[in-house]
């Protein structure tokens, strides 16, 4: 069986050198190529010095044609102006998708959407195993206990370099809350409280976020009572986890037609 060539965009970044290394050790993968901006200064560089190895042939480019021509699937860990450009190639090359970018914007997303008539692609907020799992119960518990009786928060924190607040993942969880209890997350979110003013809303489901250190990423949703507080926790001990995930998505993704899929697709999960 020949070996699924894979291309990561962002590959210079944290995750970028962390997909590289398990791509690169992966039994039916190849390592192809590595996407980074045209001022980065790892372009032209051997990937493998990237990850301090020598085992690798790849090179880093800036040049997005290249990049696609070389590789069967994509795996996009970049910025959203970076995966948007990627999601158009995509399409003209018939290329699939993984995308794990986080902060994207509606207008990306209905990107994403239209582009996957034509190519297939799986998007999702988050790559670990774990965190869908957690998704599904979370969206389990909202759509059984009542919004009368029980509050929703979801807590995250990440790390000091982070740019985006609430993560992507902290909305996905508030998303998958809002669909259990059948309610639009737009119309019912909580993000910023300060001052006086700030006493949360019924049936409102509420955000906090933290930055400190080098915390690769824990989230918790809280469903609090008058009476008592249910907690569901996920904690990432390292990036590695959601590269193994990009990794399967990836190998899945290669045998599928055209369509728009989720970590849900992936894992097959049904709680």
């Not at 020598?54 to 994509?74: L, Q, Y």
């Not at 990836?250 to 049904?270: F, H, P, Q, T």
Request: charged share 25%; glycine share 8%.
């Amino acid at each position: 069986m020949s070996l699924l060539n894979i291309g990561v965009s962002g590959c210079s970044g944290k995750m970028g050198k962390t997909l590289i290394k398990l791509v690169s050790d992966h039994n039916d993968c190849n390592i192809a190529s590595g996407l980074e901006a045209e001022n980065n200064p790892d372009v032209g560089k051997n990937l493998g010095k990237l990850i301090n190895s020598e085992n690798i042939s790849a090179v880093a480019t800036s040049n997005r044609k290249k990049f696609f021509e070389c590789c069967d699937i994509i795996i996009d860990f970049s910025t959203p102006d970076s995966t948007f450009e990627n999601i158009k190639f995509a399409k003209k090359y018939a290329k699939g998708l993984v995308i794990g970018t986080t902060g994207l914007n509606k207008e990306i997303e209905r990107d994403i959407e239209i582009a996957a008539q034509y190519v297939p692609i799986v998007y999702s907020a988050n790559m670990s195993i774990g965190i869908n799992i957690l998704i599904e119960l979370v969206k389990k518990l909202s759509g059984t206990l009542s919004k009368e009786e029980f509050d929703i928060e979801v807590f995250e924190m990440h790390h000091k370099h982070k740019v985006d607040a609430p993560s992507g993942t902290a909305l996905a969880l508030g998303k998958a809350a809002a669909i259990g209890r059948k309610i639009d997350l737009l119309n019912n979110f909580e993000v910023s409280r300060d001052g006086i003013n700030s006493k949360r809303k019924v049936g409102n489901i509420g955000f906090a976020s933290l930055r400190g250190g080098s915390v690769t990423g824990e989230h918790s949703v809280l469903f609090a009572s008058d009476h008592e507080i249910i907690e569901l926790k996920h904690k990432a001990e390292n990036r590695s986890l959601f590269a193994a995930g990009a990794i399967k998505a990836a190998i899945w993704l290669s045998k599928k037609n055209s369509g728009l899929y989720s970590m849900r697709d992936v894992l097959n999960l049904e709680i």
